[in-house]
């Protein structure tokens, strides 16, 4: 393998390393902080500005290490992840209405969506089934962007947590891509690992602790469906049912997250927008007395054995993979359900 791959992400890690420190201090002086609020995990302000340095970390290895500055849609991507970032900072130091939000979320989602070939944007296991005009076959997609992006923003929520599945993800897509043999694509995803491990230790950090911001939490997410578009379509060999099977399996948790808080805030008659403290981590972590390090860890094991249990089961028929996934969100939707009520029960 060219050593240019492992030197992206070792360069990543080391602008991490370095640049941190001195974000960390400029940030303090400047105040840019996360606000304390009745749904913070911390009771100090933290500097939010990781997402930052992590742009200029995995943009920088990408340039020096890969010749994807130079191929058609570099710029096309660039421009959708610049709408990501700005929507980041700008949330972070002065928060923005939903609705613009998600339209910060919608634009990078359509751009990325372009620049997927035409034939490979169709629903996952309903395209054998039923053959639907385009159009539908877009806006699934569009959506399953933005949704994913949520998910990330939203777990972000304690320390380590959206880092460490961030690293889980893009080490998958890295080894993915090995074995595709795109070089441009694993030079990014492992530059990505390399950013966030450098990081994980800051962010877990009792003295010199930073957090990802929005703006870290979305670009966490953006690229990491991007990788997920890639994957499913340049596995030409591979049936899409399988590699969509394989990338949820990547993201297991933070969807399961979105999907099964959305759907109590609606059965409680609230809107699925509302913030609350009903995410597993907020349940975890109050049963665990606070300790968010034995929080994220209980749940990238978690992510971990869901990717193992995807990967062993990749090859099976249609349906084999719902009945799996439905399962397996089962399963994970009990065991919430089951840890909230011990939760209510501690604090009643």
Known sequence: MDISIYKSGITALVIILICTPILIYVSKKKGFYALVNHRSSHDVSIPNTGGIILCIAVLTSLVLFSDYPNQEDFSLLISA???????????????????????????PAIAIVSMINKQELVIPFIHDIIQLPYIFNYLFWILFIVITINAFNLIDGIDGLAIGLGIIGSLFYFLKFIIIMDANLTVFSISLSGGLLGLFFFNISSKMKIFLGDTGSLMIGGLLVFFALKF????????INNSFFLVLGSIFIPLADIIRVSFVRLLNGKSPFQADNKHIHHIILDLLKGNHLYTTGILITSQIGVMILFQLYANIGLTMYL???????????????????????IID
Request: a neutral charge; proline letters at 5%; glycine letters at 6%.
């Open 232 to 239: 499913i379509s340049l596995s030409e060999n591979t049936p």
């Open 81 to 107: 992840f610049a709408v990501l970032l700005i929507t980041g900072i700008i949330d972070d130091f002065n928060p923005i209405p939903v609705a613009y939000k998600f339209l910060g979320q919608f634009i």
């Open 323 to 345: 009945l799996i996934i439905i399962l397996t969100f089962l399963v994970y939707s009990g065991v919430a359900y089951w840890l909230n009520r011990q939760r209510n029960y």
